[in-house]
């Protein structure tokens, strides 16, 4: 008997059992699931006395004896697929998982999502070890505390991963990596491991979603309501009735979809979905700097918020008359062209303009913001008209999806490495980065940073640059505006609602 790996599958079923994933019958049961996976004989139960929130420790002790054995090759992938594979031993069907979360609900809706969460992070599905690496911070604003987070999370592939990626036969099983066929699907090189996946149905107007959590959380209770059919992103009525239904099952939660269109839509526009959580963003403690009125609509109270972005935001507790109203305000942005701001809303037959929408509880209310977008392109701007400029490429070059809209930036990792280096030098004065290689596209702004803070030492450095980012992350959303907060920009935004009147 391998009395070390005896000792590391015990460690892991104490850690199942305190963290409800099975129960005490379930011991053996899942052992042998363990000793089958790892190629061992026998297992004799041991007493453990330790208390652990997460399961990587034991985990990377199962991982290196099965890379060490041959049974895994020793890759970052590799590595995942398998400890997925072992964690999957000691959790709860799915059926299982739905029965707790409705026996949780029965007594309140905030009980059955935090156990939901709980057991997400247990089970190793949200690799809570990793996620907890990103860098993350807030930046004060004009438009309140800015989110900002370097994502650290995702490992670097291994060039043996890769390699492997090319040999695996062409597949469209799941069709996506929102579809609900991941629940349980082993994974390979090119797609993850989902057996310790599990989601909770819900029902929006007698049509199937899910609700699963992202397992790359950038907020408290990141979750994802996806559609039960492999079926492309559009927004349109379905979609605010859809998202007043879940935080009406879920009043703690927040919903938002992303845009339906290229370059203003998010990362998956191939499947509808959206995203919600239990987080407060700066978004959301913005305030009414404007109030208008709809004619038809006396229950709504309306109004623009000051945010960088355009957005509406729409409360009333007749739920019926907001979905009225945010629809016929959606109907009237896909048709608007404002050539003097640059919005037009088609090119030929191509469509320009839709809406990220965002819909909380406030009481007894609902609250829909309507975020205008438009993902026009021209020679100037190649990436999108109102998308991140050139000038802040440097920063954040991707799509404004819906979290970016609500204020939390997800900035690459390569960042990080970037902060230390010009910290270094901006307390050498060094006078100029154009020069090195890896920090040159940084160059313009960290002449800026230089002359806005003469006086930077080591104990203010890091606040400083941190501050900075935050304040180019306010620029990027405030490019990606359709109607810019200047006098002309608030006129054409006072115009398009006399249009919607």
């Given at each position: 008997m391998n009395e070390s790996m005896?000792?590391?599958?015990?460690?892991?079923?104490?850690?199942?059992?305190?963290?409800?994933?099975?129960?005490?019958?379930?011991?053996?049961?899942?052992a042998n699931l363990l000793l089958?996976?790892?190629?061992?004989?026998?297992?004799?139960?041991?007493?453990?006395?330790?208390?652990?929130?997460?399961?990587?420790?034991?985990?990377?002790?199962l991982l290196d004896y099965a890379a060490a054995e041959g049974i895994i090759e020793d890759t970052a992938n590799q590595r995942d697929l398998f400890d997925t594979d072992l964690m999957?031993?000691?959790?709860?069907?799915?059926?299982?998982?739905?029965?707790?979360?409705?026996?949780?609900?029965?007594?309140?809706?905030?009980?059955?999502?935090?156990?939901?969460?709980?057991?997400?992070?247990?089970?190793?599905?949200?690799?809570?070890?990793?996620?907890?690496?990103?860098?993350?911070?807030?930046?004060?604003?004009e438009y309140g505390d800015l989110d900002i987070t370097i994502n650290l999370s995702k490992p670097e592939k291994d060039p043996r991963d890769i390699a492997k990626a090319k040999?695996?036969?062409?597949?469209?099983?799941?069709?996506?990596?929102?579809?609900?066929?991941?629940?349980?699907?082993?994974?390979?090189?090119?797609?993850?491991?989902?057996?310790?996946?599990?989601?909770?149905?819900?029902?929006?107007?007698?049509?199937?979603?899910?609700?699963?959590?992202?397992?790359?959380?950038?907020?408290?209770?990141h979750c994802i309501i996806l559609n039960g059919q492999h079926v492309p992103m559009k927004i349109s009525r379905a979609t605010f009735e859809n998202l007043t239904e879940f935080v009406t099952i879920f009043p703690h939660y927040f919903a938002g979809s992303n845009a339906d269109l290229p370059i203003v839509g998010g990362s998956i526009l191939s499947h509808d979905h959206y995203q919600g959580g239990h987080y407060t963003f700066a978004m959301a403690a913005a305030p009414l700097e404007k109030e208008y009125e709809f004619a038809g609509f006396?229950?709504?109270?309306?109004?623009?918020?000051?945010w960088p972005m355009s957005a509406l935001r729409l409360t009333s507790e007749n739920r019926q008359q907001l979905i009225d109203l945010a629809e016929h305000i959606l109907k009237k942005w896909r048709e608007y062209s404002d050539e003097s701001v640059g919005v037009l809303a088609y090119s030929g037959e191509e469509p320009h303009n839709t809406i990220t929408p965002i819909c909380r509880r406030q009481g007894s209310?609902?609250?829909?913001?309507?975020?205008?977008?438009?993902?026009?392109?021209?020679?100037?701007?190649?990436?999108?008209?109102?998308?991140?400029?050139?000038?802040?490429?440097h920063i954040k070059k991707?799509?404004?999806?819906?979290?970016?809209?609500?204020?939390?930036?997800?900035?690459?990792?390569?960042?990080?490495?970037?902060?230390?280096?010009i910290k270094a030098a901006l307390l050498s004065g060094r006078e100029t980065v154009a020069d090195d290689e890896q920090l040159a596209v940084h160059a313009d702004w960290y002449?800026?940073?230089?002359?806005?803070?003469?006086?930077?030492?080591?104990?203010?450095?890091?606040?400083?640059?941190?501050?900075?980012?935050?304040?180019v992350f306010m620029q990027v959303l405030t490019d990606a505006g359709v109607f810019k907060r200047d006098a002309a920009g608030m006129a054409a935004f006072d115009r398009f609602v006399k249009e919607c009147n």
């Open positions: 005896n000792y590391e599958i015990n460690r892991l079923l104490n850690f199942a059992l305190q963290q409800g994933l099975i129960r005490e019958s379930d011991v053996f049961y899942s089958a996976k790892l190629r061992l004989d026998e297992f004799v139960p041991e007493k453990v006395n330790e208390a652990l929130r997460v399961p990587d420790e034991i985990l990377g002790r999957n031993c000691v959790m709860p069907r799915p059926s299982e998982v739905i029965a707790a979360f409705r026996q949780d609900y029965a007594v309140s809706p905030e009980l059955a999502t935090e156990h939901y969460y709980q057991m997400s992070i247990a089970s190793n599905y949200i690799r809570k070890a990793r996620i907890d690496k990103n860098v993350v911070w807030k930046t004060a604003t040999l695996v036969k062409s597949s469209s099983y799941p069709k996506c990596l929102l579809c609900r066929e991941n629940e349980g699907f082993a994974g390979h090189a090119n797609h993850p491991a989902r057996q310790t996946h599990r989601l909770i149905p819900l029902d929006f107007g007698g049509k199937e979603w899910f609700l699963q959590y992202s397992p790359y959380t950038y907020y408290n209770e006396p229950d709504v109270q309306a109004g623009r918020i000051k209310a609902y609250q829909l913001d309507l975020v205008l977008r438009n993902n026009r392109t021209d020679e100037e701007n190649p990436l999108g008209i109102f998308h991140p400029h050139a000038n802040v490429h991707e799509n404004i999806g819906l979290i970016e809209v609500m204020g939390l930036a997800v900035l690459p990792p390569r960042l990080k490495e970037n902060m230390a280096k002449q800026e940073i230089r002359a806005l803070h003469p006086e930077i030492d080591e104990e203010n450095a890091g606040q400083i640059i941190r501050n900075e980012i935050g304040k």
